[in-house]
């Protein structure tokens, strides 16, 4: 099973800075890689697949980068809405897909 | 407009059993496969569960395998994760997902609550 590992854990940022989420997985999973933002009692929305592709409706604001084992999700200039849980997931090999542990975004 | 919407879940003791469904609409359901995904409470997501679009394949994460099957009705439109033997750390929102062809898992359900005490 792939390992996927998300860091931090919690990221403290302020309205209006920019915020930086990482995500290692255990072996290559070359660009089969999604985002998701979690807000509380609601459903994970899906931001970005492919590594880098937005997907339909997401700001541009939210961008992903990365191949292989290491990923990036970058939100340029928090918005008040953007502040949620984020998850990475793998799906190199349908359907033995994984979520890393997630990234709680607060307000600073 | 693509929707997905669960039902079944409730309050069930431990090692009864319980048959959640996802009602498709908006898209072709049979040209798509499907996932189970659940998040246990202030916890992370779990995948359970896949299913192929015809049916033909299925899919189980070691934690469920033996004790709940997938499976789906094409004619219906309607997903299904039949779940026996529950247990305490069963306990969670379950999510149906589909499957995008581009990657990633592109529309969920708004999640069933499964609750497993005595």
């Known amino acids: 099973e792939i390992v996927m590992t998300q860091s931090p854990a919690t990221l403290s940022v302020s309205p209006g800075e920019r915020a930086t989420l990482s995500c290692r997985a255990s072996q290559s999973v070359s660009s089969n890689l999604a985002w998701y933002q979690q807000k509380p009692g609601q459903a994970p929305r899906l931001l970005i697949y492919g ?15 990365g191949s292989g084992t290491e990923f990036t999700l970058t939100i340029s200039s928090l918005q008040s809405e953007d502040f949620a849980v984020y998850y990475c997931q793998q799906y190199n090999n349908w359907p033995l897909y994984t979520f890393g542990q997630g990234t709680k975004l607060e307000i600073k | 407009e693509v929707q997905l919407v669960e039902s079944g879940g409730g309050l ?12 498709a609409s908006g898209f072709t359901f049979s040209s798509y496969a499907m996932h189970w995904v659940r ?69 969920w359900g708004q999640g069933t609550l499964v609750t497993v005490s005595s």
């Open chain 2, 39 to 107: 998040q246990a409470p202030g916890k992370g997501l779990e995948y359970v569960s896949a299913i192929s679009s015809n049916g033909g394949s299925t899919y189980y994460a070691n934690s469920v395998k033996g004790r709940f099957t997938i499976s789906r009705d094409n004619s219906k439109n309607t997903l299904y994760l039949q779940m026996g033997s529950l247990r305490a750390e069963d306990m969670a929102v379950y999510y149906c997902a589909r499957t995008s062809p581009t990657g990633g898992s592109d529309y």
């Open chain 2, 12 to 23: 069930v003791q431990p090692g009864g059993s319980l048959r959640l469904s996802c009602a």
């Open chain 1, 51 to 65: 590594a880098s592709t937005r997907a339909t409706g997401i700001p541009a604001r939210f961008s992903g980068s």
